[in-house]
């Protein structure tokens, strides 16, 4: 089997993430990562995986580095990796080390600004290059500062009016 670059697998996620417009992926409690969630949408490391409903029941469906999901996504597990269903490391350190900021570049991208302020730092770390027809925007640290509070803002609004017009009390 020939296992994927670096590259190759920055390439594919990126595409992947932009044609959903850099969206996250959530389970249904709107919170968990998940290689598959709402309106179609995949997180980063599923976008690398097949859509085989047996690989993802296996693995539980959360984004986590199971031996069959390297496999799937063209990365060669570790010698002394487990079965599907536990975490494991490829390899190659280096695309561990990859997969790992990956994983957080879309875990923590809050908005699709951040997310993609996250995958051209990661493209930089990584000496990847940006795959054509992908915009990953210019945001500084800063620019993402005022952007991310206007957002927390916009999230304690819609919780206030929905708390308002339900009556009930939504803990934090």
Avoid: W
């Avoid at 054509?132 to 925007?137: H, I, S, W």
């Amino acid at each position: 089997m020939t296992f994927k670059t670096v590259q190759e697998l920055f390439n594919t996620a990126v595409i992947g993430l932009a044609a959903q417009g850099f969206e996250r992926s959530f389970g249904p409690d709107g919170y968990s990562c998940r290689y598959r969630g709402a309106e179609g949408r995949k997180c980063a490391l599923g976008q690398l995986i097949p859509d085989e409903p047996t690989l993802l029941i296996a693995e539980g469906g959360y984004c986590e580095l199971g031996s069959a999901v390297l496999k799937a996504a063209g990365v060669e597990p570790a010698e002394d990796a487990v079965p599907a269903g536990h975490f494991v490391t490829p390899k190659d350190d280096h695309v561990a080390r990859f997969l790992q900021q990956l994983i957080a570049a879309h875990d923590r991208g809050e908005f699709p600004d951040e997310m993609k302020y996250k995958l051209r730092m990661l493209a930089k770390a990584f000496e990847c290059t940006i795959p054509a027809g992908v915009d990953l925007g210019n945001d500084t640290e800063e620019s993402l500062a005022n952007k991310r509070d206007a957002v927390r803002r916009d999230r304690i609004a819609h919780l206030m009016i929905a708390t308002a017009a339900t009556d009930e009390v939504i803990p934090f």
